[in-house]
Nanobody, 122 residues
Framework: VQLVESGGASVQAGGSLRLSCVVSGLPFDDYAIGWFRQAPGKEREGVSWIESSEDSAVYADSVRGRFTISSDNAKNTVYLQMNSLKTEDTAVYYC????????????????WGQGTQVTVSS
């Protein structure tokens, strides 16, 4: 199983980024695919997740209205479009997958990606 993130970069506040997570080795429709982030000195937190088979998504309060999660089932890829970025969005962003039959809010996570750095400067 592999979850490979890409798209992290350094941007100024107010800017946008799109992260991608390519998932391989597991049945895409059976898993919730989510994005988490971890800022320096802080715990990892859930950002958003999607159930691709029903195109339903959940967002953390801190990103709702600014971030949009989507999936391309043909490419086994999940995207996180991040708009109106704030300095507090600076973190390493991780893609994660967990079985839908067990998933509640943001877990439990069965697989993690390696992370991609997002830095937002003022």
């Amino acid at each position: 199983v592999q979850l490979v993130e890409s798209g992290g970069a350094s941007v100024q506040a107010g800017g946008s980024l799109r992260l991608s997570c390519v998932v391989s080795g597991l049945p895409f429709d059976d898993y919730a695919i989510g994005w988490f982030r971890q800022a320096p000195g802080k715990e990892r937190e859930g950002v958003s997740w999607i159930e691709s088979s029903e195109d339903s998504a959940v967002y953390a309060d801190s990103v709702r209205g600014r971030f949009t999660i989507s999936s391309d089932n043909a490419k086994n890829t999940v995207y996180l479009q991040m708009n109106s970025l704030k300095t507090e969005d600076t973190a390493v962003y991780y893609c994660a997958a967990g079985l839908l039959t067990q998933w509640v809010l943001f877990g439990p996570v069965d697989y993690w990606g390696q992370g991609t750095q997002v830095t937002v400067s003022s």
